[in-house]
């Protein structure tokens, strides 16, 4: 898993060049030394939503029947995310190897779903409500819950609770203030670890 992430996806860098995806010397640290349950307190422009966007998309091109879902504070974000950090890299990874992905195709897609042929799905909200998600990403969640309490609250009841057992799940963002649900667990994680 860990080479396909470095040499089959594609995405188009802040210059706008397209380039291969490699992890850069953070999101390697990270990959490294996940747990199931993460929390990401960061700074700005790390890539942390890319190589999840990535990630999720590897888990569910090569796993039959898995949901990956990414949250972002708002709907233009998350379809953003879809587009450019989903879409893209699946589309060019097709095109560089397409022996490999014979018969994985996209067979239902919408400005915030890709549903492939092995039952897996990709998808992008500002939350999540039932169903059972086995990857969930919640990008820039401190300030979802610095400037929008009702969806944090929804996040954390609905998103969270959705996640099967065992599940992945990302919580990333540069801090907000010293309250508030990423406040709380960032603490916990650092208590934790």
Known sequence: ????????????????????????????????????????LKARQMGFSTLMCILF???VLF???????II???????QSLLLTK???????????????FEGITVVKETTTEMHFSNGSVIAVDTTVRGGTVQYLHVSEFGKICATAINKANEIVAGAFNAIAKGGFL???STAEGNSGFFYDYTMDARAIQ
């Open 72 to 78: 972002a504070h708002s709907l233009d974000d998350a």
């Open 86 to 100: 989903v879409k893209y890299p699946y589309q060019r990874a097709r095109e560089e190897f397409p022996g490999l």
């Open 1 to 40: 898993k860990f080479y396909r992430l470095n040499h089959l996806y594609y995405i188009v860098n802040k210059d706008g060049e397209d380039v291969p995806f490699v992890m850069n010397d953070s999101q390697c640290h990270f990959y490294e030394n996940r747990h199931n349950k993460n929390i990401i």
């Open 63 to 69: 796993q039959p029947n898995k949901k990956a879902v």
């Open 57 to 59: 998309l590897d888990e």
């Open 170 to 172: 990302t919580i990333e």
